[in-house]
């Protein structure tokens, strides 16, 4: 079956930029999506890849995808204190289901 | 404009005690899923469907059923509730593309804990 992993927990100074991780291990993904959680919220797009591109900037977004690697990262320049938040990626191996990664917890200090 | 709406956001339950989470969409979405979250795991599938009357198992269905009777609303019933069910449970909802991705949409989760 389909294997997503990240990182549990990166802490980022205030003004710094972030780069959060992802590996997975099927590659027959369409999509490669990037979700945030705040708080006590549900998941919400943030950006996505498709999967026969190599990057994609969306303002201080910056999405890279290394396909060879089985690598995605999600990039936040300037990270902001509204930036806290779990962050999941995600893809649609070969499927309609969605496999999730366990989420990266990104904390910021002042 | 509501999205994907879930009801109730927090439940206290017994052991034992069965209870349904309601999940309901209003954009006409094909495709419906169930996830729950629990610390270090991610979201994991519980159950989902790609049409009215049409539902499927995901990766930890045991001890919920879903119906789709209706486009709009996918319930999720918890048989007879377990401590290892408590957890933070999502509603998504997609239009439904096959093997191409499209958005999800989710809920603002339902916070249950059974005691």
């Known amino acids: 079956g389909e294997d997503v992993e990240q990182s549990l927990f990166l802490s980022v100074r205030e003004g710094d930029s972030s780069v959060i991780n992802c590996t997975y291990t099927?590659?027959?993904?369409?999509?490669l999506y990037w979700y945030k959680q705040e708080p006590g919220a549900g998941l919400q797009l943030l950006t996505y890849?498709?999967?026969?591109?190599d990057m994609k900037q969306d303002q201080r977004l910056t999405v890279l995808l290394n396909k060879k690697d089985k690598h995605l990262s999600l990039r936040i320049a300037d990270t902001q204190t509204g930036d806290s938040a779990i962050y999941f990626c995600a893809g649609n191996f070969g499927n309609e289901k969605l496999t999730f990664g366990t989420g990266t917890r990104l904390t910021i200090i002042p | 404009n509501a999205g994907v709406t879930q009801t109730p956001k927090f439940q206290v339950l017994k052991t034992g005690q069965s209870m349904t989470l309601q999940c309901a969409q209003d954009?006409?979405?094909?495709?419906m899923s169930w996830y729950r979250q629990d610390p270090g795991m991610g979201l994991r599938l519980i159950h989902y469907?790609?049409?009215?009357?049409?539902?499927d198992q995901g990766e930890v269905p045991n001890g919920y059923n879903v119906s789709r009777s209706t486009t709009e609303d996918f319930p999720l019933r918890l048989l007879s509730a377990a401590p290892s069910q408590t957890s933070v449970y999502f509603c998504?909802?997609?239009?439904?593309?096959?093997?191409?991705?499209?958005?999800?949409?989710f809920g603002q989760g339902t916070r249950l804990t059974v005691v």
């Open positions: 998504a909802s997609r239009r439904h593309t096959g093997t191409l991705g499209t958005e999800a949409f």
């Open positions: 469907s790609v049409g009215a009357g049409i539902t």
């Open positions: 099927d590659s027959s993904s369409t999509y």
């Open positions: 954009m006409n979405h094909e495709y």
């Open positions: 890849i498709f999967s026969n591109m």
